[in-house]
C-alpha cells in the first residue's frame, strides 16, 4: 500500500526563525513525484514546491526547500524565514509514475507566531 | 484566481433536498477529482476522472452521484444527504504528460452544510 506520514500534527514558530515539517512514505516504486500542499484559512490549496524522485537535487522555492532522502522515503520541508502568512495547513502528498492519484498524508498545522 | 473555479462557495442543504456542486477548469487538464475534507480528518478522495471517464470510485456512498460531461466540467450531485456528509468539498485538476506528473490545481471548495 502506498501512504504518506506526517509525523506532527501541530507546529509553531516565531517570525523570522526556520522550521521544518516532517514527511515519509512508503512506496515499492522507484519513479514518482513528491508535493507539499499549503491549505491557509482561505481554504485554497496551493502548491508549494515539486520533487522527482529520480532527480537527486532538493528542490527548493525561494524561502521553502525540501530534504529528500530517496534511500530514507523521507522529504521534509523547511520553510526558512518564516512569515505570517506561511500560517496553514501543509499537506505531503506523492504520485507513482504513470498513477492517476496523489496520495496525501494527514497533514501538520503551522502557526508563525509574532 | 487559481484556474479551477468551483461554485457554490457555500451550501446549506435539508437532508430531503437535491443539490449540486459544480467544478470548472479551462487548463487544458485531462483529469479531474471530487476529495471530501472533514474536521479531524484526511482528506478522502472521492472521484477521480480521465478525459471524461470515471476510473476511480473510492467506496462512494450512492447519495453522491458524479458527472462529467467533458473535460472541463465536473459536477457532484447531491441528494438525501446525512449530517455526517458536512464538509468541505475540493474539486482538483492535473495534467500528466507521457509519465510526468506536475500536480493538482485545487478549486477554493464548496463548504456543504447538512442540516
Known amino acids: 500500500a502506498q501512504t504518506v506520514t506526517q509525523s506532527q500534527p501541530e507546529m509553531s514558530v516565531q517570525e523570522a526563525e526556520t522550521v521544518t515539517l516532517s514527511c515519509t512514505y512508503d512506496?515499492?516504486?522507484?519513479?514518482?513525484?513528491l508535493f507539499w500542499y499549503k491549505q491557509p484559512p482561505s481554504r485554497q490549496m496551493i502548491l508549494v514546491i515539486r520533487?522527482?524522485?529520480?532527480?537527486?537535487q532538493n528542490a527548493t522555492e525561494n524561502r521553502f526547500s525540501v530534504n529528500f532522502q530517496k534511500a530514507a522515503k523521507s522529504f521534509s520541508l523547511k520553510i526558512s524565514d518564516s512569515q505570517l502568512g506561511d500560517t496553514a495547513m501543509y499537506f505531503c502528498a506523492f504520485i507513482v509514475e504513470y498513477g492517476n492519484k496523489l496520495v496525501f498524508g494527514a497533514g501538520t498545522i503551522l502557526r508563525v507566531k509574532s | 484566481e487559481t484556474g479551477v473555479t468551483q461554485t457554490p462557495r457555500h451550501l446549506v442543504m435539508g437532508m430531503t433536498n437535491k443539490k449540486s456542486l459544480k467544478c470548472e477548469q479551462h487548463l487544458g487538464h485531462n483529469a479531474m477529482y471530487w476529495y471530501k475534507q472533514s474536521a479531524k480528518k484526511p482528506l478522502e478522495l472521492m472521484f477521480v476522472y480521465n478525459f471524461k471517464e470515471q476510473t476511480e470510485n473510492n467506496s462512494v456512498p450512492s447519495r453522491f452521484s458524479p458527472e462529467c460531461p467533458n473535460s472541463s466540467h465536473l459536477f457532484l450531485h447531491l441528494h438525501t444527504l446525512q449530517p455526517e456528509d458536512s464538509a468541505l468539498y475540493l474539486c482538483a485538476s492535473s495534467q500528466a504528460d507521457r509519465g510526468q506528473f506536475y500536480g493538482y490545481t485545487f478549486g477554493s471548495g464548496t463548504r456543504l452544510t447538512v442540516v
Open positions: 512506496t515499492s516504486e522507484n519513479n514518482y513525484y
Open positions: 520533487q522527482e524522485a529520480y532527480k537527486q
